[in-house]
């Protein structure tokens, strides 16, 4: 009896235990399960709060993520302090320039809008491009202004329309020793004058192009008589004129205005107190063409009608000549030339002058000024347009320099 008394608290005893460790055990596999599925659904690392960051919210770019990820590197961030801060010093001298390149927004392309007068223009671009500068501004052609290549020159080297090698009237430096068969009488005929460009505009990459220029030219047209008492001075003509040239291939031309009026020197009326002096004067307008036949033959014609007219003379004047001005194998051996010029006048009805020269010529390179030495013939009315009666017939030599 005694031993059911004892047997039963112990079986009781034995079944709260039993139950006790059994709850334990369930209590156990309860946290473990806990723990498991929270570390599946917790982050491994702190570091993975970045990554998800870098991960995309649509499954479209999953792709794109993965190379994302693969970009941003963030094991510098799980090491210690020290390691780290070596790392990163090594790297930012690898990946400063790529970043800053990448980083840094690209320059703005220029603006520019279809069928607009920059994009069709090469001329506008170079100049938009292209910064002034001392050089680009007082060259004798300015470069990279090359729309055609035109440009203008203050004062430009040569002419587009060459003087006449037989005008009697064209302004040179001069001086002809001559011999009238009709007065029998010695002459000197002495020019002190030029012509000049002012200004050109033209191709510098098409010498045969499109050309224009304005021309000076003055010159004073004396008469000394060598064999008269102190050498006296007959008479000087005074000529001026403004001129538009333009050249073309083998054609130039010129257009413009010129005057000329003449003068009796005062030993001349000194010694002659008879003469009745004349005041001859001509403003004209005047328009010339030249042909280049070839390369040493031209022809050329040339009109003018004087606006303003006084002592005998009449408004028409008229130009026709040829020359053969063959060029030299070198500039210092020269080469030789022929020229013809007919000059006529209304107030001389129909009888106009005639001038001849021939000789021998040296001309300039780039200057293409012409330095000739020859003989000159001249047959007409008194190359002095004071002495308006006077028919001359010179044969002589002399020396000329052409501009």
């Known amino acids: 009896m005694r031993f059911t008394c004892l047997l039963i608290p112990a ?28 570390a599946a659904s917790s982050p491994r690392s702190w570091l993975d709060p970045l990554r998800e960051s870098r991960k995309p919210r649509s ?44 980083s840094l927004p690209k320059p703005a392309e220029p603006a520019s809008y279809p069928g607009s007068d920059l994009e069709s ?74 012509r000049v460009g002012l200004i050109r505009k033209s191709d510098t ?38 001129y538009g040239t333009w050249r073309r291939d083998r054609f130039a031309y010129r257009a413009g205005y010129y005057h000329i009026s003449s003068h009796v020197g005062d030993e001349f009326l000194i010694a002659n107190p008879a003469f009745n002096r004349i005041n001859y004067v001509r403003d004209s307008l005047l328009a010339g063409v030249s042909y280049d036949l070839s390369d040493i033959t031209r022809i050329y014609g040339e009109l003018g009608y004087a606006l303003g007219v006084e002592g005998g003379a009449e408004p028409l004047e008229l130009q026709l000549g040829t020359e053969y001005a063959p060029k030299a194998q070198t500039p210092a051996s ?24 021939t000789g021998w010529g040296w001309q300039g390179v780039e200057t293409k000024r012409r330095l000739r030495l020859g003989l000159n013939y001249y047959n007409g009315p008194s190359l002095q347009y004071e002495f308006f009666d006077r028919w001359e017939n010179l044969v002589g030599a002399g020396i000329w320099m052409d501009y």
């Open 205 to 242: 990459c098409d010498p045969n192009g499109d050309a224009f220029q304005l021309d000076l030219e003055g010159a004073v047209f004396a008469r000394v008589l060598p064999d008269e008492e102190s050498t006296m001075l007959e008479g000087s003509d005074y000529r001026v004129g403004l």
């Open 11 to 38: 079986l009781a005893a034995t079944s709260l235990v039993a139950n006790s460790l059994k709850a334990d055990v369930l209590s156990g596999r309860a946290s473990l399960d806990f723990v498991a599925e929270n």
């Open 334 to 357: 020269g080469a030789p030339f022929f020229a013809v010029n007919g000059h006529w006048r209304q107030e001389f009805g129909t009888s106009p002058g005639a001038n001849v020269v």
């Open 121 to 194: 223009d090469p001329f506008q671009q170079s100049i938009r491009h292209q910064p002034m500068s001392p050089q680009s501004v007082f060259a004798e052609c300015p470069p990279d202004q090359n729309h055609q290549n035109v440009c203008w020159q203050v004062l430009p080297k040569g002419l587009l329309y060459r003087t006449y090698l037989a005008g009697e009237k064209e302004p040179r430096m001069q001086f002809l020793s001559l011999y009238d068969t009709r007065s029998k009488r010695k002459v000197w005929d002495a020019v002190l004058g030029g």
């Open 59 to 102: 499954a479209a770019k999953s792709e794109d993520s993965t190379q994302d990820d693969a970009e941003f590197d963030l094991s510098e961030y799980s090491q210690s302090p020290e390691q780290a801060s070596r790392n990163s010093a090594t790297r930012v001298i690898a990946v400063s320039e790529p970043l800053l390149a990448s």
